[in-house]
């Protein structure tokens, strides 16, 4: 199992930037992949980035294309998202996840290890 915890959320204001990190911890010498998710309260969680496990494929939603860059450091077992451009309808609570895999997909059941989240609000 892999442990995560995001930071770098905040408040931002429209057209600003943010860069969440994900670290974890765990069982990281096992290959993965890793994504990051959103969601708003009372809504399903949405997919906005993945990488495979080099960092040279990488997925996209397209409602952040772009805007965003999902990137990682293997060697310090950290996922990123580089977040510039942000709109008002960014705002959720982001989480990162984990899939016990080389390459992840956009379906958050192909994810098996998840952080806690961080509130990311962009004000118009």
């Known amino acids: 199992q892999v442990q995560l915890v995001e930071s770098g959320g905040g408040l931002v204001q429209a057209g600003g930037s943010l860069r969440l990190s994900c670290a974890a911890s765990?069982?990281?010498?096992?290959?993965?992949?890793m994504a990051w998710f959103r969601q708003l309260p009372g809504k399903e969680r949405d997919f906005v980035a993945a990488?495979?496990?080099?960092?040279?494929?990488?997925d996209y939603a397209d409602s952040v294309k772009g805007r965003f860059t999902i990137s990682r450091d293997n060697a310090k077992n950290t996922v990123y998202l580089e977040m510039n451009s942000l709109k008002p309808e960014d705002t959720a609570v982001y989480t990162c996840?984990?899939?016990?895999?080389?390459?992840?997909?956009?379906?958050?059941?192909?994810?098996?290890?998840w952080g806690q989240g961080t509130q990311v609000t962009v004000s118009s």
């Open positions: 996840a984990a899939a016990n895999r080389l390459i992840g997909g956009v379906v958050s059941t192909e994810y098996d290890d």
């Open positions: 765990g069982r990281t010498s096992r290959l993965y992949a």
């Open positions: 990488s495979n496990w080099g960092g040279h494929s990488t």
